[in-house]
């Protein structure tokens, strides 16, 4: 087999349509799918001020290597939440450093330990779920400090893959709620407290985003792990193991589910659609008396 559009020796099968790609005709293919779901999305617009949520994994580099790149009128700033994960973070954070530093693009570090009293390796107790812990402390901090950074987009790198792992455990959790603020925009309403959510990688494979990475020469390894030592314990893991095993035995159930889930998305958002409160501890946006993170703060006794 060679590539479909050149000839020349392929690097990815894309699953969907059963088509081969050279390294320059995947990056064109890549970055093509990219630009096309802001467009289709309207997901950034002239003057924009996006942060980008950089992990330093695959995901979250491909997605500023290629913000940065296709960037016109726009102003991009790095942000990057060093939960306290020890032999994980660490290496990745200088990776990230190194990056935007050769890269000149602004970046901006914040840490678990100095904003809430513990490294998430020290808060985690015995039966807690380090990943839900994890998640809400990160929401909480991506939206406040690019409040205050004055952006007016937040782009995550979640990928085709993440929303499809999204979807089901929310079904199968009789979640549909949370289902709601899904998509390439997420949320159910717009509110100037919350900065609104953009996922430019919404509809490329978890498998594309990594051979993305892996041939522009991306520094998206850390030194011991390649992927969160706690997320193999999660149970997005056990629903990402099945929906690969499926993906292998029929190809293109990822993208199938995604499509499927778009048809019902915007009838989700309008039976949804509430009331955002203000936290009665910490003043931020919320939809009930108390936001989750106060919550988490007082059932784990930080700070």
Known sequence: MVCKNCEKNPVIKLTNNDV???????FKYFEKKVRRTISKYKLIEP????IVA????KDSMALLYVLNKLKKNIKITGMLLDEGIKDYRDGLRKNVIKYCKENKIPLKIYYFKKEFGKALDKMVPKGEKACNVCGVLRRYLLNKYARKLKATKLATGHNLDDECQSALMNQFRRNIKTSARLGPITGVQEDKRFIKRI???YFLLDEE?????S???????????CACPYAVHSYRNSIKKML???EEKYPGTKNNIIN????????????????????????EPCSGEICQTCNLVKKLKLK
């Open 54 to 57: 950089v992990s330093g994994g």
């Open 260 to 283: 499927s889930f778009l048809e019902i998305l915007p009838l989700l958002k309008k039976k949804y659609t509430g009331e955002i409160k203000s936290c009665r501890s910490c003043g």
């Open 215 to 225: 041939l522009k020469d991306l520094p998206f390894r850390s030194f011991k792990y």
């Open 199 to 201: 996922k430019p990688l």
């Open 20 to 26: 081969e790609l050279c390294k320059l005709c995947f």
């Open 244 to 246: 690969n095993e499926f």
């Open 209 to 213: 985003a990594l051979i993305y990475a």
């Open 47 to 50: 003057k924009d001020h996006i």
